[in-house]
């Protein structure tokens, strides 16, 4: 579903009340920024996380070495 907000002057942006409520955001809280080829992104930690988690288990699936260094050599494909 995509919306229309606006930016305020000082930079400030509000979301609507009905998507903070479905992401637990009703007193406020922290998003991820992420800027895309195709825009730019928003998460909460928490779906940041499972996104994360997501693609650990990615990387790792049906690999017999999972150290630490292998990981970080495998998931630098992923970033090119």
Do not use: H, Y
Not at 22 to 48: C, H, M, N, Y
């Amino acid at each position: 579903m995509a919306m229309q907000v606006n930016v305020t002057p000082s930079w400030r942006k509000s979301l609507p009340i009905d998507i903070r409520r479905r992401l637990g955001l009703i007193d406020g809280g922290p998003l991820l920024v992420e800027e895309t080829q195709d825009g730019i992104v928003l998460r909460t930690v928490s779906q940041a996380v499972t996104r994360a988690q997501a693609i650990s288990r990615a990387l790792l699936e049906g690999k017999p070495d999972t150290s630490g260094d292998a990981f970080i050599a495998e998931s630098r494909q992923w970033q090119e």
